[in-house]
């Protein structure tokens, strides 16, 4: 099974994201933890990301990356 998942975003004038509705399920399924010590990103920044509150695009990016690799791995699993 091939999934392609978007990771849509609302980018806003003053430069921060916030991330769309797939990505808040999928950020949802793993633990704050889990996701700062994989991707460096300190807990309350994923806690606002979680909430809707805009981050940094760079920050945004490190988490897309960190989903994207274990959406793989659970494809390759299964």
């Given at each position: 099974?091939?999934h392609d998942i978007?990771?849509n975003?609302?980018?806003?004038e003053?430069g921060?994201v916030?991330?769309g ?6 950020l949802?399924s793993?633990?704050e933890?889990q996701?700062?010590?994989k991707?460096g990103?300190?807990?309350?920044t ?15 990016e490190?988490?897309v990356?960190f989903?994207?690799?274990?959406l ?7």
């Amino acid at each position: 099974m091939d999934h392609d998942i978007e990771f849509n975003c609302k980018v806003y004038e003053n430069g921060r994201v916030v991330a769309g509705p797939e990505t808040l399920r999928l950020l949802a399924s793993l633990s704050e933890r889990q996701i700062s010590k994989k991707t460096g990103v300190h807990r309350n920044t994923i806690r606002l990301m979680r909430h809707g509150k805009g981050v940094k695009r760079s920050t945004y990016e490190k988490v897309v990356n960190f989903l994207r690799e274990q959406l793989s791995t659970a494809t390759q699993k299964a």
